[in-house]
């Protein structure tokens, strides 16, 4: 009995040892999990907290670097008068930026040329440095400064420009000028016409009410639509009381844009119609006896007087070499050109002289400013013109022509003049018009109808 007691004991306390070691097992266990539990969270939480401050540090790296790029322009107009660096620094440019950028464009521009009232726009960081500067040098040119990291690179940009052909047309009231402006055109359209027709019309005595103009031109205007001039004049036409001039644009023997009239003939003569190009009234005419108002006495009067306000332009009426500039008694300050054929003409009381001596000047330059230098009563101009030695009355002075077509291209010119004079608007239809070219971008030279 002993010894099966002792078994059962045995037993008994092997089971309660077994015992003990599962629920040692067991608590071990879940003491384990429970730190692992603790472990993960704690793990969990560090990592998000790592993670949180890592995307803090790279929030305000991107805030600093899209402060740094933020780039906020300011627009100007260049005043009139002022340096460039002063202009710079009443803009809030330090001096030594304003060196910087005008060593880097002085390859591709110089700011000394810069014209007043031509829009200048500024870019700078939120901190104020400044990123970028944009300059219209014209119409079609921009300036670019920009800064590329402690240095500037600066660059002339060419806006592309497209080209149409426009059909214009409009009727005489007062002016020229003020029928090109009813017909929605600029100023620089009148003066082109004047120009074309200007050795055959005097376009302040001329003009008629009533007269009209039909002209096709071409147009530039930039991407945006935006107008910035005007190209060449393909034909035109002035109908002056009832006697119509035309015009086509053509080239003469040596490849030189000119206009000839439809059958061929050059319009271009060997002078022009006035030495002003918007011809004054005439106050005296040539005469052998006139009545001197300051000298008060009757002696001749070997040319024309032209009235006109001081300071308007006055042009030579041909090509020529200056042989005198300079003051000249009662003739004021005298310019004198020698012409061609023995001709030389005298442009008599300038106010001021822009040209010298020896200078080759070409017909239309202008040589001089309307003034009252010399023996003058009112400003006005005292144009003369002599052949040979002798004195000639220039308002009735034939023109001598140049010369017309070449007979080697007169194929080519009928060919052309027939395509522009159809362009022209017809008569009695609406004031402007304006028809797409069918090549519409070009910024080259005007080209020579041989070169279209």
């Known amino acids: 009995m002993v010894a099966l007691c002792s078994v059962s004991s045995c037993l008994g306390e092997a089971w309660g040892h077994s015992l003990a070691r599962k629920k040692i097992i067991t608590w071990s266990l879940i003491v384990a999990t429970a730190l692992f539990a603790i472990g993960a969270s704690y793990y969990a939480h560090y990592s998000v907290e790592r993670r949180l401050a890592h995307e803090i540090v790279l929030a305000h790296e991107a805030a600093n670097l899209a402060q740094k790029n933020l780039i906020a322009f300011t627009v100007h107009r260049v005043p009139r008068g002022m340096p460039f660096a002063a202009m710079l620094s009443q803009m809030g440019v330090d001096p030594a930026t304003?060196?910087?950028?005008?060593?880097?464009?002085?390859?591709?521009?110089?700011?000394?040329?810069?014209?007043?009232?031509?829009?200048?726009?500024?870019?700078?960081?939120?901190?104020?440095?400044?990123?970028?500067?944009?300059?219209?040098?014209?119409?079609?040119?921009?300036?670019?400064?920009?800064?590329?990291?402690?240095?500037?690179?600066?660059?002339?940009?060419?806006?592309?420009?497209?080209?149409?052909?426009?059909?214009?047309?409009?009727?005489?009231?007062?002016?020229?000028?003020?029928?090109?402006?009813?017909?929605?055109?600029?100023?620089?359209?009148?003066?082109?016409?004047?120009?074309?027709?200007?050795?055959?019309?005097?376009?302040?005595?001329?003009?008629?009410?009533?007269?009209?103009?039909?002209?096709?031109?071409?147009?530039?205007?930039?991407k945006n639509n935006q107008f910035i001039g005007y190209g060449r004049i393909l034909a035109a036409e002035y109908d002056n009381d009832g006697h119509a001039y035309r015009a086509v644009l053509f080239h003469d023997p040596q490849g030189v844009p000119a206009y000839y009239t439809p059958d061929g003939k050059s319009l271009k003569k060997a002078f022009l119609h006035s030495p002003l190009k918007f011809a004054a009234v005439i106050t005296s005419h040539f005469s052998y006896s006139r009545f001197h108002p300051i000298l008060k006495v009757y002696r001749p009067h070997l040319g024309t007087d032209y009235a006109a306000p001081m300071g308007t332009p006055v042009q030579s009426i041909g090509d020529g070499r200056v042989i005198f500039a300079a003051r000249k008694g009662g003739d004021g300050n005298l310019v004198k050109i020698q012409h061609i054929n023995g001709y030389e003409t005298y442009y008599m009381h300038l106010s001021r002289i822009l040209v010298h001596v020896d200078e080759r000047v070409a017909q239309g330059q202008r040589i001089g400013l309307v003034g009252m230098t010399g023996l003058a009563t009112g400003p006005h101009l005292d144009f003369r013109i002599e052949r040979h030695g002798q004195f000639m009355n220039f308002e009735r002075l034939p023109l001598p022509p140049s010369e017309p077509v070449a007979r080697r291209d007169m194929a080519e010119f009928v060919a052309v003049r027939d395509k522009e004079m159809t362009l022209l608007p017809q008569v009695g239809t609406s004031i402007a018009s304006a028809t797409p070219s069918s090549t519409p971008n070009t910024s080259s030279p005007a080209l020579t109808p041989t070169q279209r």
């Open 98 to 222: 304003t060196v910087q950028v005008v060593l880097s464009a002085q390859r591709v521009f110089n700011f000394r040329t810069l014209h007043a009232g031509n829009e200048l726009m500024l870019g700078r960081s939120a901190l104020g440095q400044l990123l970028m500067l944009r300059y219209q040098i014209d119409p079609d040119r921009i300036l670019s400064v920009v800064r590329r990291g402690a240095q500037f690179e600066a660059v002339v940009e060419a806006q592309p420009i497209e080209t149409e052909t426009a059909s214009v047309q409009g009727k005489i009231g007062d002016s020229l000028f003020d029928a090109v402006a009813q017909a929605g055109e600029s100023p620089e359209l009148a003066m082109r016409l004047a120009d074309i027709f200007s050795w055959d019309l005097d376009f302040y005595t001329d003009p008629r009410p009533g007269d009209t103009f039909r002209v096709v031109v071409e147009k530039k205007r930039l």
